[in-house]
T-cell receptor, first 112, second 113 residues
Framework: DAGVIQSPRHEVTEMGQEVTLRCKPISGHDYLFWYRQTMMRGLELLIYFNNNVPIDDSGMPEDRFSAKMPNASFSTLKIQPSEPRDSAVYFC??????????FGQGTRLTVV | AQTVTQSQPEMSVQEAETVTLSCTYDTSESNYYLFWYKQPPSRQMILVIRQEAYKQQNATENRFSVNFQKAAKSFSLKISDSQLGDTAMYFCAYGNRDDKIIFGKGTRLHILP
């Protein structure tokens, strides 16, 4: 398996634009997590899914953030409208029955 | 709610020395997992070692070992014979079945030549 695949690796966008981050988890994994990493706040869990169903979205900072998992092999995290304070590295991770999380390479988002 | 605390924001040690990174956690669960992840400058998150709470024996992976004290809710990572390639951010993490995996804020480790 190629591991967790995220795209894009880097994204620069203007304030107010919509941003969509994509994730392909490891095949067979039943948990998917979206994390955000910043210097100030560290690694924050935004939302996680179990068998494509959102279980806990309490970490989603605002209504501007939304996440979907339409099937077992794909998830998106959308920010609309984006703001400069959303600049961070966004990680997707997947796991099997709550074993260790396998991370993607992350997407570095810069909102100018 | 579960929490993970890493009290050392940054550490520096000389190459070949042994270093211990601290981690404490809080949970009311009896069955759970603990992990240490390494994040080098490439930003890739790499699992270093894992420990199942039901196992009394401390996990070991080559130069990496843990000191798991369940009653004290402590989970420290020891790196022996440290190498320059060990320079990275280290995260302690907690997870259990049917629940999320949460991370501490990390310890930035510098191995000095």
């Amino acid at each position: 398996d190629a591991g967790v695949i995220q795209s894009p690796r880097h994204e620069v966008t203007e304030m107010g634009q919509e941003v969509t981050l994509r994730c392909k988890p490891i095949s067979g994994h039943d948990y998917l997590f979206w994390y955000r990493q910043t210097m100030m706040r560290g690694l924050e869990l935004l939302i996680y899914f179990n068998n494509n169903v959102p279980i806990d979205d309490s970490g989603m900072p605002e209504d501007r953030f939304s996440a979907k998992m339409p099937n077992a092999s794909f998830s998106t995290l959308k920010i609309q409208p984006s703001e400069p304070r959303d600049s961070a590295v966004y990680f997707c991770a997947s796991s099997l029955e709550q074993g260790e999380a396998f991370f993607g390479q992350g997407t570095r988002l810069t909102v100018v | 709610a579960q929490t993970v605390t890493q009290s050392q924001p940054e550490m520096s040690v000389q190459e070949a020395e042994t270093v211990t990174l601290s981690c404490t956690y809080d949970t009311s669960e009896s069955n759970y997992y603990l992990f240490w992840y390494k994040q080098p400058p490439s930003r890739q998150m790499i699992l270093v070692i894992r420990q199942e709470a039901y196992k009394q024996q401390n996990a070991t992976e080559n130069r990496f070992s843990v000191n798991f004290q369940k009653a004290a809710k402590s989970f420290s990572l020891k790196i022996s014979d440290s190498q320059l390639g060990d320079t990275a951010m280290y995260f302690c993490a907690y997870g259990n079945r049917d629940d999320k995996i949460i991370f501490g804020k990390g310890t930035r480790l510098h191995i000095l030549p």
